[in-house]
């Protein structure tokens, strides 16, 4: 019962460092999305794929890159974090069919210094 | 732009009901409802279809009205295991399952 499994769960970095997040999912879904969640906040979508090989940005993509090589993998990369980027990241998949839910990994907690 | 939660917070005795609203300025197609427990991932409860539909698990129930533009959680004789925070997420114009997220609502029960 995997579902959708995120890596790393917890990471520090400095600001300027490079990283990447993968999120992996065993449910065979098309879709698959990342957003971020800051205190007190809403989730923000910050890309999204509908499909392998694709990609689309979402409500607040800069400073985020992303791609989707395999169906069941999509990879979130911070090219340059900076301390606004500190914030939980959760990926979330779903079919491609309508209304369908969304399921979600457990999030990944990075802070910026 | 993001939808509307009330109440921010609210906080109940074990076995009070409560009503969580989420409201948006866009035409919507279909309204989810999600629970996030603190330090967890945000867990699936309900969708809600354009139609006025109104839908329902064990003492959870919702509604969606289609010319407000509003959905309404409705907790019966709340339990502890209600407690965390509520997320509605919005899609406007059969969107392909894209959501805007409310930014939530947090329910403590207490015994």
């Known amino acids: 019962n995997a579902g959708v499994t995120q890596t790393p769960k917890f990471r520090v970095l400095k600001t300027g460092q490079s990283m990447t997040l993968l999120c992996a999912q065993d449910?065979?879904?098309?879709?698959m999305y990342w957003y971020r969640q800051d205190p007190g906040m809403g989730l923000r979508l910050i890309h999204y794929s509908v499909g392998e090989g694709t990609t689309a940005k979402g409500e607040v993509p800069d400073g985020y890159n992303v791609s989707r090589l395999k169906k069941q993998n999509f990879l979130l990369g911070l090219e340059s974090a900076a301390p606004s980027q500190t914030s939980v990241y959760f990926c979330?998949?779903?079919?491609?069919?309508?209304?369908?839910?969304?399921?979600f990994g457990d999030g990944t907690r990075l802070s910026i210094l | 732009q993001q939808p509307v939660q009330s109440p921010q917070a609210v906080i109940l005795r074990e076995g009070e009901d409560a009503v969580i609203n989420c409201s948006s300025s866009?035409?919507?197609?279909?309204v989810h409802w999600y629970r996030q427990k603190h330090g967890e991932a945000p867990v699936f409860l309900m969708i809600l279809l354009k139609g006025g539909e109104q839908k329902g698990h064990d003492k959870i129930s919702a509604s969606f009205n289609e010319k407000k533009q509003q959905s309404s959680l409705y907790l019966t004789a709340s339990q502890l295991s209600y407690s965390g925070t509520y997320f509605c997420g919005t899609e406007s114009n059969n969107a392909g399952n894209m959501l805007t997220f409310g930014g939530g609502t947090r329910l403590m029960v207490k015994p």
């Open positions: 449910m065979n879904h098309e879709y």
């Open positions: 979330a998949s779903s079919y491609i069919w309508g209304n369908q839910p969304q399921h």
């Open positions: 866009k035409a919507l197609y279909s």
